[in-house]
T-cell receptor, first 110, second 113 residues
Framework: SQQGEEDPQALSIQEGENATMNCSYK?????LQWYRQNSGRGLVHLIL?????REKHSGRLRVTLDTSKKSSSLLITASRAADTASYFC??????????FGAGTTVTVRA | DGGITQSPKYLFRKEGQNVTLSCEQN?????MYWYRQDPGQGLRLIYY???????QKGDIAEGYSVSREKKESFPLTVTSAQKNPTAFYLC????????????FGPGTRLTVL
């Protein structure tokens, strides 16, 4: 079952701008992960945030997690054309399974 | 060069035929997964396996079958019982110990003619 839901469904920004997308989920989690998928390709793991963490950074990526609101956000700073992709959040509930949301499609215009 | 491979990249099937999608990993991961992705949608879990000779149904297992005879390999068979098999199929693997970061293959696009 899909637990995570991303918002917005699609986002179009100018190169150099920041992109923010959100993920909401329903039940308690062990951790939350973000993945990127370029068109027609497999997913690539970007960043993982544990349930006891509130913020994490990796390069131009910043992830926040609010377990009281059951939500997470992914910020991509200073976007580039190569950031054009779909971004998925995935929650790790238990039993080594991940539940993926429907994704946010990001288009970075040159 | 460690990674996870899927073959073929594109597959065409006539209605009523069974087809098998290959997934191999050399990451020494215990767990392997099969997902289905339809256009504009997220991933739905078909089957997963945490150990050789054992596997569990995911959310949409009907019309699919798997085997896990070797740690490195987790083939998926799309049977004729699957009513709408045209989709993008993704295989992934992860270590059991750890934070369950999953590594994905490049995918197989299956089209039913």
């Amino acid at each position: 079952s899909q637990q995570g839901e991303e918002d917005p469904q699609a986002l179009s920004i100018q190169e150099g701008e920041n992109a923010t997308m959100n993920c909401s989920y329903k039940t308690s989690i062990n951790n939350l992960q973000w993945y990127r998928q370029n068109s027609g390709r497999g997913l690539v793991h970007l960043i993982l945030i544990r349930s006891n963490e509130r913020e994490k950074h990796s390069g131009r990526l910043r992830v926040t997690l609010d377990t009281s609101k059951k939500s997470s956000s992914l910020l991509i700073t200073a976007s580039r054309a190569a950031d054009t992709a779909s971004y998925f959040c995935a929650t790790d509930d238990d039993d080594y399974k991940l539940s993926f949301g429907a994704g946010t499609t990001v288009t970075v215009r040159a | 060069d460690g990674g996870i491979t899927q073959s073929p990249k594109y597959l065409f099937r006539k209605e009523g035929q069974n087809v098998t999608l290959s997934c191999e990993q050399n990451l020494n991961h215990d767990a392997m997964y099969w997902y289905r992705q339809d256009p504009g949608q997220g991933l739905r879990l078909i089957y997963y396996s945490q150990i050789v000779n054992d596997f569990q149904k995911g959310d949409i297992a009907e019309g699919y079958s798997v085997s896990r005879e070797k740690k490195e390999s987790f083939p998926l068979t799309v049977t004729s019982a699957q009513k709408n098999p045209t989709a993008f199929y993704l295989c992934a693997s992860s270590a059991i110990q750890g934070l369950n970061e999953q590594f994905f293959g490049p995918g197989t696009r299956l089209t039913v003619l």
